[in-house]
Structure formats: structure tokens, C-alpha cells
């Protein structure tokens, strides 16, 4: 948490962002110029604009040169940094958001969640990610200095930058198209559990591995693949969908329009379903965990035998991908070794003999803030692990480049997700 | 088939691999110094490096420098061609040896097959490959110019140029030691199958795919991925081990360790067991073909139901990794439609609806020749599908590199594999 702020300090901020949209809207601007257009005082103005250029934010932008001037040099004008940005990355869940921003350092400043339902129109969706973001980073993020937004949204996303939403799923168009009304910049689009992937690649459970498998156990059951140092996406931006391979062809009818799909038996409410149907109460993953952590034997019984459907698909899917390391987040992680253990088990029984000790099954680190922090790798788009990832049309055509080398976290970012 | 070559023609071809041997040994050497080693006449000599400087295969290499010489120019000295090689194809199967070769152009000059059975020692399915390359090309073959061989063997391969075999399976470094006695140059070693995928995705069914599974219905049953535009190994060299996937928890006994794995219904030897028990009457693939071919309904059905079985693993597999293309090779692909079909339906039914127009099922084209070809493509190492593939340490140090594009197939060749 940020210590409160003043009303003189968020003043001060308020200035700022007049200047640095100024100059977004203006191009490099001297400073008696920016002083008529903003009717600031000259004190305020210059006190302002050296904190701009301290930070970075703004920079010297050589002397005007536009018609016939009077004696003395021409003016120095400033522009916003090229060679500097923020970044900001959302994520969509199906019943949460979560953000993440990034200072013009590239530093974490901060991440955020808020539960809402999964019917929340997409207007207040992306209030609620306004309000979420203007929390973060005591006073680090300034939005005038903000060059892109990744965002991550629920279900396949076919191109990073679509134009047209896909038939009956437009609503991942229409949060890019309401993000950038709102916030004046590009927005990347992804799938959010793909983002999440490699949020834990770079500075999560796989740091450093080459092929990694995530796989994310949350309201939907998805993932994502790291293959061979790149972020895959697939032929056509569906790939990760391991919740939709089947483990029951007799079984329930998915949301996919499938039928008996692993996030039929291992989402958050298929799971907690099964278990009051059970005899168990638990009213959230928090509930089944501390049944669990009892050794409660529904509990017990239950989540092995999910864990026993997850660690057949994982088995499988090792078999053809051959992953170094296999990562499990979302809210049904947090059951702990009562789900892991038994997606070990099944897993060293599925898997090739020869390939048994060459896997890594580890628990997600970077809890819920992982596919926003995904979202700002997509904008920064500087991770070796997507080299050969698409930038979005919008990215490559309007943002300048970001030249510092990959976000560092901060250590109460560490230590809030750690 | 090549036309039969007299004893002249034998002979000057002995004296040109004499002629490359020797350019090979010492490096760059004047017409004079390879007389003298050659022991040739004037005539025959010159008469062969006029030929080998005509095809490329010898260049002029600078004049002669070291030390004192008589009046008149340095001597001229003639190299190896560093920017040309023949490169040969080798797939060790399990029950039958494969093998292409291309000229010094690039060019496929050839391919043949062997059958043998699964016992063949090393040695002499290493006298077989040498044999089947002795008959390739008419002519057009050098082996002195042979830049290297890309071989493909069945199993888990770590390393392209492991010097210590596996532990339990130091086949297929037996076979590199072997082949680089035999034939004097680097061996590049990799999974035979994965190899095949990327002869397909180079040359056959899937050409201009980015995305593509490859499954191989033969004695074993495996595949290879082409991920994002690149031949995918996996963390450890292990990958693509779609028979090895579990489709019956409480099935039989697999080769793997294992139990239930697909390999288990779905190999050439498991399928024509199965139709055996059913009362039917096939020696081969090819007596189950007809079978099917009369709609004869025993093998029907149990084409039937291995298709369902293959096509439940696709679905899987497509949903987790998306290909745009999924090309079907092997023996037990004869079968055509009676096996396609199936495979089709369950695909359909169990893959995500919303990719199902999104992949493409295809029989394999290049035929039995598919994983020498991927040998070929291994040495040549031009394919864009192998700009991120690690080069073999001994293709790095001791092979010139290959300038001309990728190989162009005779016409008779694409006629023997459509």
C-alpha cells in the first residue's frame, strides 16, 4: 500500500500529466510554448518540467527551427522520452482484475486485484481497472508517460491486435477498443492465461527455463506453452487449451460446447461443487483448503482424485511436448500438496519411464498479478521469450521503443507475492 | 531406377573418389602434387578435374605460396568446394533402412528402402545403408564430396552428437560411430520420426505450414512437431512421443514401461494383431487395405475404432499446441480413408469447437523416404524450420557450410513418392 497522499501532491500530479499529454498531443514543445498552453506559473512549469527531465519522462529535444525568430538563440524544446515508457498490464478473469504498472524504469511499481461478477458489463470493467491502476505506485506512474497496455482477456485471441472480434466472442475487441478510448494508448491483446505463462517465465516458477507448461486451475482451466525459449501461440492464437482436452467423453457438457473437458472437473466450481455434493462445506478454494489441510477425507479423496485427471493430461502432453518444467497456478493451487501430490503421482505413472526425472512439477509464484505482469512483458516486448512473439500493428506503429532491459521488481512487490 | 553402369564408368568414378579423398586429406594441392599422390596419368587426371571443376565439386583455391620455386607463376592449387557437399539421408527404422542422398546442386538424386528384420545388428545395417547409397544417383554421387550424414534413429535422442549412449539404449551412438568410420564424415543423430516431420514440413504435406503435428502409424508410433516455424526437440530431446500417450489406463504392456500407451492399439503390429483376433486374414498392411477396400466389416471396425483412439490423442494434442496442419505418415496410413475417416470424426468431435475448421488433417506425401529426406534437411541445416535447431558440434567444426538453397527434387523422384 501507497502511505495517503495529499490533496497539494495530487495536485502537483495533476500538473504532470497536463504537461506530458501536452507534449503526446503537441510533439516537442519549447518551454514558453508549453507555458501559454498549460497557463501554468513559470515557477510551477519549470519545477515541473526538471522533474520531468530527472525522471526521464521528458527530454531535451534539440532548438526551434519553425519560421523567423528574434535575437538570442532559438528556443530548447522538450519532448516526451522515445527511449522511455510506462507500461500497464490488465487482467481481464472471468470474476477478477488484476493490474500492473510498470515506472518508466521499468520497475514494478505495483499490482492490484478486485473480485466482481462474472456478469460485469465491460464499461465497468475497465472503470474498475482505471480506479485499480490510479492506486498503484505511490506517485512512480505518471499516465502521460504511459506508451501501451497489454491486456489479457478470457478465451482464444486470435490476433494480437484484432480489428473485428471473432463471431460470438466479440467482447475481447471491445475491452481493447473501451482501453484505448480511455487511456489514449495502444492496447495488446492476448489470452490472459498465456500472459500468466509468461509472467512465471520470466520472473516466476520457471525463470530461465527454455520449455515450460503452465497450466492455470481458476474459474476456466487453461494454459500456456513456453516452447523452446518463445511463447507459443499456435496456427491460429489457440494453443493452451488444456482445459478442453477431454478426460471423461461420457462426462459433462463444457462451456466450450464439449463434453466431459478437464475444467469440467478441475475449475474452481467443478471442484467445489463435488465436493458439497459430497457432503463437504466449503464456500470457497480458501474453505476446501483448510478441509484439506485437516486431512478432511472428502477433501482428501477429491482433490486426488483431480489430481489424478490433471496428471494425465499433464502426462500426455509431456510426451508430445516435452516441457523442462511444469507450473500450476490459479486459485485451486492454492490447495497445495493435497492437489500437487497426486498430480505427481499420475503424472510419473503417465509419463514416458525415460522422461519421469527430466520434468519440474512446481507450484506458481507470482500469484494473481501473473498475467498482468504477462501483459506488461507483451508491451515491453523485450523478453528473449518472445523474439519471435508478433507485435501487435498498433505497437510497432505508434509507441516508441522501450530500451531498458526487462522490469525488476521491487522488493514489496517480492515480498506481497513471494 | 538408375541404368546400369559398365566397368569404365566404375572406374573413373573409383579415380575421382580417389582424387577427393585426397584433397580431402591434405587440403588445397597443385595439378602437380596430385599426380604424384594420384599415381594417374596426365590425361585421366586432368580429364577428371576438368569434370569435377564443371559440377562444382572441386574450385581453384589461390596459387601456391609456401616456399621457394622454380621460374615462372606459383602453380595453381584446386580445394574441395567449401561452399558445395553431398549430403545422405539415413532412417535406421525399426524394421527397414531408408535412405536419399542429394548432389552437390542439392539436388535429391535418389532414395531407396530395405526391409530387415528388428534384430539387424549395427554393423550390418550400416552395410546395408552403404550398400543402398552405393545404388542412388547414377552417377551423380561423390561420395568424396560427402559433407556429411544426418541419420535417423528410432527412440529418444538427447543430443544431436551424444558422445556416451544412453543408459539402456546406446544404439543410436553405435550407429554414429559406425556410419562416421564408414563413410569419413560427421554424423548428425536425431529421432528418426521428428525427422520425417520435418521432411514432410519441408517438402511433403505440410510445405508452407508454420504449424505442424506429424504422426507416424508404423512398427512404433510417434511424431514430430513444427512449432512457430521451427522443429521442436522438446527439454531433453524428448518430444513428439504421441504413441506413448496413455488412451487405456488398464491396457496392455507397452514397449515404453508403460501401459495403455496409443502405440499399444495403433501400431502396425498391434492393428493386424487385433484384426487377427477378430477372425480376419492379413499378413501385411496391405491385406488389411483390400480388407478394407471391400468394405469388409471386421476390418471396418477395427480401423474404426483405432481412428477413434488416434483422433481422441489429435484432439488433445490440438488443443493444447494448435497446429494449422496435421499430416498422418506411416505403414498403417495405407489403410486411406478406412483409417482417415475415423481419425477425422473423433478429431471433430473432441477438439474445441471453435478451431475445428482451423486445422487441417492430411495424408502424408513423401512415402517411406520421409525421414531420410529430414536427414538431408538436418545437414544442410537450410530450412527456416531449422534456424533456431542446434547444429551438431561436429557438423559446427568440421563441415563447410552449405551455400546453395534447399534441395530441388527430380522429377522421377516426385513421381515415385505422389
Known amino acids: 500500500m501507497s502511505p495517503p497522499r495529499g490533496p497539494l501532491s495530487q495536485l502537483r500530479r495533476g500538473h504532470e500529466e497536463l504537461v506530458l499529454g501536452l507534449l503526446r498531443k503537441h510533439g516537442p514543445l519549447s518551454r514558453g510554448e ?18 520531468l527531465v530527472a525522471t526521464g519522462a521528458v527530454v531535451p529535444a534539440g532548438q526551434q527551427d519553425d519560421g523567423p525568430r528574434g535575437r538570442g538563440r532559438p528556443a530548447e524544446t522538450l519532448a516526451l522520452n522515445p527511449g522511455a515508457g510506462q507500461a500497464i498490464g490488465i487482467d481481464f478473469a472471468r470474476r477478477a482484475l488484476h493490474v500492473a504498472a510498470v515506472n518508466l524504469a521499468h520497475e514494478i511499481v505495483g499490482a492490484a486485484s478486485e473480485p466482481h461478477d462474472a456478469d460485469l458489463p465491460w464499461e465497468r470493467r475497465v472503470d474498475l481497472a482505471e480506479r485499480l491502476v490510479g492506486r498503484l505506485g505511490g506517485g512512480d506512474l505518471r499516465l502521460g508517460a504511459l506508451s501501451a497496455i497489454g491486456a489479457g482477456v478470457v ?27 480511455r487511456f489514449g494508448v495502444p492496447v495488446l491483446l492476448d489470452n490472459n492465461t498465456r500472459l500468466a505463462a509468461l509472467g512465471e517465465a520470466i520472473w516466476g516458477a520457471a525463470t530461465g527455463a527454455r520449455d515450460v507448461l503452465y497450466l492455470r486451475l481458476s474459474h476456466s482451466v487453461n494454459g500456456g506453452l513456453v516452447i523452446d525459449g518463445s511463447l507459443h501461440r499456435g496456427a491460429y492464437g489457440l494453443s493452451g487449451e488444456f482445459g478442453h482436452i477431454v478426460v471423461d467423453p461420457g462426462g459433462r457438457p463444457c462451456s466450450c460446447g464439449g463434453a466431459g473437458c478437464l475444467e469440467t472437473v478441475a475449475s474452481v466450481r467443478a471442484v467445489l461443487d463435488a465436493y458439497r455434493e459430497r457432503g463437504g462445506h466449503a464456500d470457497d478454494v480458501r474453505g476446501l483448503a483448510e478441509a484439506a489441510g485437516k486431512s478432511e477425507p472428502a477433501a482428501l479423496a477429491l482433490l486426488a482424485e483431480v489430481g489424478a485427471d490433471i496428471g494425465a493430461v499433464l502426462a500426455a502432453l509431456c510426451n508430445a511436448v516435452g516441457p523442462g518444467v511444469i507450473v500450476i497456478g490459479g486459485e485451486l493451487a492454492e490447495t497445495g500438496a493435497a492437489l500437487l501430490e497426486p498430480i505427481r503421482r499420475t503424472l510419473d505413472a503417465r509419463i514416458m519411464p525415460i522422461s519421469r526425472r527430466r520434468v519440474s512439477l512446481r507450484a506458481a509464484t507470482l500469484g494473481e498479478a501473473a498475467g498482468a505482469l504477462g501483459g506488461i512483458a507483451l508491451v515491453l516486448h523485450e523478453s528473449p521469450l518472445l523474439s519471435r512473439y508478433p507485435a501487435g500493428p498498433d505497437l510497432a506503429a505508434g509507441v516508441p521503443p522501450l530500451v531498458a532491459g526487462p522490469p525488476r521488481r521491487h522488493d514489496d512487490f517480492v515480498k506481497e507475492n513471494s
Open 155 to 181: 478465451g482464444p485471441v486470435s490476433d494480437l491486435d484484432s480489428s473485428t472480434g471473432e463471431a460470438g466472442d466479440p467482447l475481447p475487441h471491445r475491452a481493447q477498443v473501451l482501453l484505448r478510448e
Open 34 to 51: 508549453l507555458g501559454k498552453l498549460c497557463r501554468l506559473s513559470r515557477t510551477t512549469l519549470y519545477d515541473i518540467l526538471a522533474e
